[in-house]
């Protein structure tokens, strides 16, 4: 079973996103903030993340930063699902690594297609 | 009183005075001795054994006539701010050492004028010094009641002025650089300056107070005495116009007295210092004169009839009283009053000698070719002997001539001679034209006029044998009479002579000036003369020099007089100074003006001269030339002031729009935040909408429960996004001035508590407790709604900033005398100083909130601000003793009209 981590601050979009995960076989892991993701990174080495950027403590950019550092989550596909949707702030998301980024709001269907996408 | 015991008494006081040089020397630069005050008490060596016996003397004999001496400086003190400054500005830039070095640079680094200069102080001040080893000497005689020894080796007073001798040479040349600072001698000398004038008032208490009754008393038994009337009245025209020449004499004096200068120029730390002198000094020569009328016709009453020197009535008085101690004190501070003068006069004249006359002339040796410490062993050597030379010679003219007239004269003819200096020097500093010919002829002829007038018959006065060449003139000419010159008979010889000498120096340096021009190098230093406060700081430009010359050279110039050291430092600092690259080999005009300023220090502006032309070829300037030169760098000078004035308007501008735009930048950046937040805000709801409905839509098979869930979550997303959007609105009906309010009057407490009830969940969610102080029966002047508002976002705002354990929110209300003030405090982490203003700004997001997300819209506290504003209260905010942030908002009592 294919591992997700959605990382995101607020709790209701969180529950649209592991419904339609969790339907769709995956094994789902959630962090409310950078700061539980890079916790939970520690134990687990999801397939995909899905990170927001607006974000308490430690935001999306910094939490990629630390992950693109970490060796062993090298094979982690990173999609950036922000809604922040200047230009700028999506060149900075793929400049620093991350493998999508898509803008909030989201149609569900293709946040899934993006995924199958990119493990495929 | 023995010799012996009077002979120890004077050994401990120099000792101490030697102390004092010694440590002040140590102290260099400390406050102590770096001082306005030391400065200005230095300044009173003008204040002789002349002013201190003399003084009494001449009041004693002929009434008033002693106080122009004291008048002219007075008078001219408060000028000393503008040309006194002016005077040390330009030693200290070209480091002149003397006043031959003045004027000698100023016409050219002219050696022949320097060595004039030199010859005429000499002639005016080695009998002046004699004068004061002559005071020493015979007051030493009056206090002990000794007759003076004819053979000088009996004598005591010879071993006292040997003494003083070594003690000047030893203290007087500590420094090869002439224009260094002596602190030591500086200090002793003001010291001596407070123990003089101590000394003089308390002999003057003690005649005026335990002799006599007072004033009144003395004036009294006075009056009674015959010629009183006569000498104590300006007797009409002719005496005024003594008075008057006597003060131009002595303003002329307080400039040109070698010794004036080296304290007054030379040894000036501080431009500023000139401030205190200029009421400090006019004091000190009034507190000095207070008591010379009294002690003068005390003694007057008291030696009626007898023949006795009035000169010395200060020390007579107490001695008739057989109060030797007092009498004493009198000596030592006559004492003072002669060595400090001794001292500092042969240190100038000994700096002149060498520097202006030995090492120009070559009569030490040719200098140029030695090593550094034997050039400075030689000319400190040279310093030294001379000094010693000076004070012995001086003491010899005592002896053998006898100086018979009594204090005042002899120091009156000192000062006619140095007077001859006037025209050049001030000229110097006001005159472009005036030239180095000028200064010479005009210093010739003034000085062959006073030696007609004053010297000659003076000196065949002492031998009393050719009255017939005063009374007839010369070869019977009544024309050339040498005290009625030209038929002018009503002044007395000193003013006579001044005026004759002064008026046919100062018509013959104009004449010779005006018809002979200066070479380029007078006219060079003219212009940085007079315009000294333009070149003050880069003087080296100003300096016209064409010609070629290796660096390499002058530094080996420098080295020989200054040592390796101090070379490389010297022109490791005028390579920064003027950004020369410290590889270039050839020298401008700036680096042989600065390495002749250097060398000044050491051997006199004309050797320095001489010294450098030896090493360097340089080409002639024709005066059109160089007239030229400083007419274009005049206007460069002007253009450059007004393109800095104009660089300096365009910073200004440029800084305050940077300022602007910065603000701009600001702005834009927190609207831009704003923005973001609101988009953020916005669209975080709508996402959580849109994606719930596209699962509840598409997916059929979702569980009851979650899909009443979703359902949930959309309605209270709903109610979110509907939230904010009031928000939004509401700020700008605040700020767009349409929202309105209704003003009546309110329990505070109450709507305090209601507005409170709403948040419990929250604030029971993170434990936090709630302390509501103040009494229920306050009434505020609100709209209820709008500051119920208010409260709901700053409990919110402590709510949220409380720590996650022990959380304490107080919300206090306190009656002000026209005002009700409400507090909410929280114990979490406070404000950050810089922010307590800032926080009311409509876009503001604390820096200092732990998320990177706000949690807020950024609107609260615009809006809380807007409202209270409405209400005519004010709103602030500061951190609490406990170090929590607390908010206060002040609302009032009663109807504002």
Known sequence: MRKILIVDDEPNIVMTLEYTFKKNNFEVFIARDGQEALEILKSQLPDVIILDIMMPLVDGFETLQHIRQNEQLNHCKVIFLSAKNKESDIEKGLALGADAYLTKPFSLKKVVEKVTDLLA | ?897
């Open chain 2, 1 to 897: 009183m023995s010799s012996l015991v009077l002979i120890v008494i004077l050994g401990l006081y120099l000792g101490m005075l030697f102390f004092i040089a010694h440590w002040a020397e140590k102290k260099e630069g400390s406050p102590m001795t770096n001082n306005p005050y030391v400065y200005t008490l230095s300044l009173a060596v003008y204040c002789t054994a002349w002013t201190y016996y003399g003084s009494i003397g001449v009041a004693a004999d002929s009434g008033l006539s002693y106080l122009p001496i004291y008048l002219g400086p007075v008078i001219i003190a408060p000028a000393w701010i503008i040309i006194l400054r002016r005077i040390i500005r330009i030693s200290r830039i070209n480091k002149i050492s003397s006043i031959a070095d003045f004027i000698s640079l100023r016409y050219g680094n002219s050696r022949f004028l320097g060595a004039i200069v030199t010859v005429i102080c000499l002639t005016g001040i080695v009998p002046y010094i004699g004068l004061q080893l002559k005071a020493i000497a015979e007051t030493f005689h009056v206090v002990t009641q000794t007759p003076i020894r004819t053979n000088i080796f009996d004598d005591n007073t010879t071993y006292v002025a040997i003494a003083l001798a070594l003690f000047a040479s030893y203290y007087g040349t500590r420094y090869v650089d002439a224009s260094e600072k002596r602190r030591g001698i500086v200090t002793a000398v003001a010291l001596e300056s407070v123990l003089k004038l101590v000394f003089f008032v308390v002999v003057g208490l003690y005649v005026t107070f335990g002799v006599y009754n007072g004033f009144d008393d003395i004036y009294q038994k006075a009056q009674h005495l015959p010629d009183f009337v006569a000498r104590n009245t300006i007797g009409g025209l002719p005496q005024a116009m003594n008075w008057g020449l006597l003060c131009i004499l002595s303003m002329f004096a307080i400039f040109l007295l070698p010794r004036q200068f080296h304290v007054a120029v030379v040894e000036n730390n501080r431009e500023n210092h000139l401030k205190t002198a200029v009421w400090l000094f006019p004091l000190y020569l009034l507190i000095f004169n207070l008591f010379v009328y009294p002690i003068a016709w005390g003694g007057n009453i008291l030696f009626e009839g007898k023949s006795v020197n009035s000169d010395a009535y200060s020390l007579l008085i107490p001695l008739h009283f057989q109060n030797t101690a007092m009498a004493v004190l009198v000596f030592l501070g006559g004492f003072s009053a002669a060595i400090s003068m001794i001292i500092v006069s042969s240190i100038g004249l000994s700096n002149m000698l060498t520097n202006n006359v030995l090492i120009p002339y070559n009569l030490l040796g040719n200098l140029s070719g030695s090593e550094q410490s034997i050039n400075s062993q030689r000319i400190i050597t040279s310093r030294k002997i001379g000094i010693f030379c000076l004070i012995i010679l001086a003491y010899l003219i005592y002896r053998f001539f006898g100086l018979d007239y009594n204090l005042v004269s002899i120091g009156m003819v000192a000062f006619v001679i140095i007077a001859q200096l006037g025209p050049s020097f001030f000229g110097a500093l006001f005159w472009r034209r005036g030239s180095r010919l000028g200064a010479i002829w005009g210093i010739i002829m003034g000085f062959v006029i006073c030696v007609y007038t004053l010297l000659l018959p003076y000196a065949m006065g002492t031998t009393n044998t050719n009255a017939h060449f005063i009374n007839e003139g010369l070869w019977g000419f009544s024309l050339l009479k040498p005290f009625q010159l030209f038929g002018l008979d009503y002044l007395q010889p000193v003013s006579h002579a001044l005026f004759w000498s002064l008026f046919f120096n100062f018509i013959t340096y104009f004449a010779v000036s005006v018809s002979f021009k200066g070479n380029y190098r007078e006219r060079n230093y003219a212009e940085m003369f007079v315009d000294i406060n333009r070149y003050s700081t880069n003087h080296e430009n100003a300096f016209i020099w064409k010609g070629t010359a290796y660096k390499n050279d002058i530094e080996k110039v420098l080295v020989r007089f200054m040592g390796e050291e101090r070379t490389r430092r010297a022109m490791n600092i005028f390579n920064v100074k003027y950004n020369v690259d410290q590889k270039q080999e050839l020298a401008d005009a700036r680096l042989v003006k600065f390495a002749e300023n250097l060398l000044t220090g050491y051997i006199g502006t004309a050797s320095a001269r001489i010294l450098i032309a030896s090493v360097v070829k340089e080409e002639k300037i024709t005066l059109p030339e160089v007239l030229k030169i400083l007419e274009e760098s005049k206007e460069n000078i002007i253009i450059n002031k007004k393109l800095t004035e104009t660089s300096r308007e365009l910073q200004e501008l440029t800084a305050k729009l940077k300022e602007a735009n910065d603000s701009l930048i600001q702005k834009d950046q927190q609207k831009d935040e704003f923005l973001d937040t609101v988009t953020h805000e916005i669209r975080t709801p709508i996402t959580a909408i849109r994606a719930a409905s596209e699962i509840l839509i598409e997916d059929e098979e979702i569980p009851e429960e979650l899909r009443k869930q979703f359902l949930q979550n959309i309605i209270s997303e709903s109610d979110r996004l509907n939230r904010l959007i009031d928000k939004v609105l509401d700020l700008e009906k605040f700020e767009t001035g349409k929202q309105e309010i209704h003003l009546a009057a309110h329990p505070i407490m109450e709507t305090i508590e209601k507005a409170v009830e709403p948040l419990q969940q929250l604030i029971s969610n993170k434990n936090i407790a709630v302390h509501l102080e103040g009494k229920a029966t306050l009434m505020a002047w609100y709209d209820e709604d709008r500051i119920f508002q208010v409260v709901t976002n700053l409990v919110s705002n402590a709510i949220k900033f409380s720590p996650d354990e022990n959380g304490l929110i107080v919300i206090a209300v306190h009656e002000k005398p026209d005002a009700i003030e409400v507090q909410v405090r929280d114990n979490g982490k406070g404000i950050a100083k810089g922010d307590f203003e800032t926080i009311f700004d409509k876009f503001y997001q604390s820096t200092n909130q732990n998320f990177k997300k706000p949690i807020g819209s950024g609107l609260g506290l615009a809006i809380c601000k807007q409202i209270i504003e409405m209400h005519k209260g004010q709103i602030w905010a500061a951190n609490s003793s406990t170090g929590g942030a607390c908010l206060h908002f002040t609302l009032p009592k009663k109807e504002q009209l």
